[in-house]
């Protein structure tokens, strides 16, 4: 069955504005914000926590069957700070938030995140890693890159986002119905 609505991953390095971007998208479209930290935690789709990062230790396997069904459906942003592990038959656009390291650097701080998980988090920012994983887990024409340093960047690609909703939409409407 095709899907009505898509569904789309918006990851990037902890702290450019994940949560942020979902939470207003959910609020002006009728897709649904799945957070995966969230969803790892209430359905125990880990293997324990991790003194040392100070955070779940994900099982993949678990989490993918967890949200299978809901994401199948369509009309679900996944926000997380990974994409690759999501089949690409799942996923309709992947959008990589990316931030300044030094703006990255004040939001790490000001969530208190001890010095060496910053330090890797800011590594990640600056070699591109969520990216390059984005554009080696899926097709070049459904990875975006967006910059995330104010509130207005979260206003604008919000709206950039919800016109290409709009877009796949119409484009897919014709199959929908078939269905």
Avoid at 40 to 56: A, I, N, P, T
Avoid at 107 to 122: F, G, V
Avoid at 155 to 171: D, K, L, M
Wanted: charged share 30%; aromatic share 6%.
């Amino acid at each position: 069955m095709a899907r009505r609505k898509p569904n789309i991953i918006v990851t990037g390095t902890p702290g450019v504005g994940k949560s942020s971007h979902c939470e207003l998208l959910a609020q002006n479209t009728s897709l649904k914000h799945l957070s995966v930290n969230r969803i790892v935690k209430e359905r125990e789709c880990h293997q324990g926590w991790d003194d040392d990062l100070e955070s779940w230790i994900v099982d993949e396997d678990k989490l993918l069957d967890a949200i299978e069904t809901e994401v199948k459906e369509g009309g679900r942003i996944i926000d997380w700070h990974a994409c690759e592990i999501f089949p690409q038959s799942w996923i309709d656009l992947v959008v990589v938030l990316r931030t300044d390291s030094t703006v990255l650097y004040d939001r790490l701080s000001a969530r208190n995140y001890p010095e060496h998980k910053m330090q890797e988090n800011l590594d990640s920012e600056i070699m591109q890693v969520l990216l390059e994983e984005a554009r080696e887990s899926y097709d070049a024409e459904i990875v975006v890159e967006l910059r995330s340093e104010a509130t207005e960047d979260i206003e604008s690609n919000v709206e950039r986002i919800e016109a290409w909703i709009a877009h796949w939409q119409q484009n897919n409407s014709d199959s929908a119905t078939r269905e």
